[in-house]
Nanobody
Framework: QVQLVESGGGWVQPGGSLRLSCTAS????????MKWYRQTPEKERELVAS????????TYASSVKGRFTISRDNYKDTLYLQMNNLKPEDTAVYFC?????????WGTGTLVTVSP
């Protein structure tokens, strides 16, 4: 079955960097677009970034554009999110997502905390 496992979260000071990873299994990773979302208790789940199946097309939320970079390695079945110049408002649980045959699949998330 489809499995998505996020890793790489943690605590970082404002201005710092983290790289999140999402390892996929149970389906042909290279055939599907992938997305990163984030969620806090105060807000609905927010789309952060997306990437096409081949990696050539990427989109970003305006709040992270210029600071975050989404990428993928289709040989390793892994999705990445490089996060630079992190701000306290980036604090959230980050989830990777794939939509396959009109079914949304989610990982369990990885917590990113940005504070002094």
């Amino acid at each position: 079955q489809v499995q998505l496992v996020e890793s790489g979260g943690g605590w970082v000071q404002p201005g710092g960097s983290l790289r999140l990873s999402c390892t996929a299994s149970g389906y042909m990773f290279k055939s599907y677009a992938m997305k990163w979302y984030r969620q806090t208790p105060e807000k609905e789940r927010e789309l952060v970034a997306s990437i096409s199946n081949g990696g050539g097309n990427k989109t970003y939320a305006s709040s992270v554009k210029g600071r975050f970079t989404i990428s993928r390695d289709n040989y390793k079945d892994t999705l990445y999110l490089q996060m630079n110049n992190l701000k306290p408002e980036d604090t959230a649980v980050y989830f990777c997502n794939v939509r396959r045959f009109n079914i949304e699949y989610w990982g369990t998330g990885t917590l990113v905390t940005v504070s002094p």
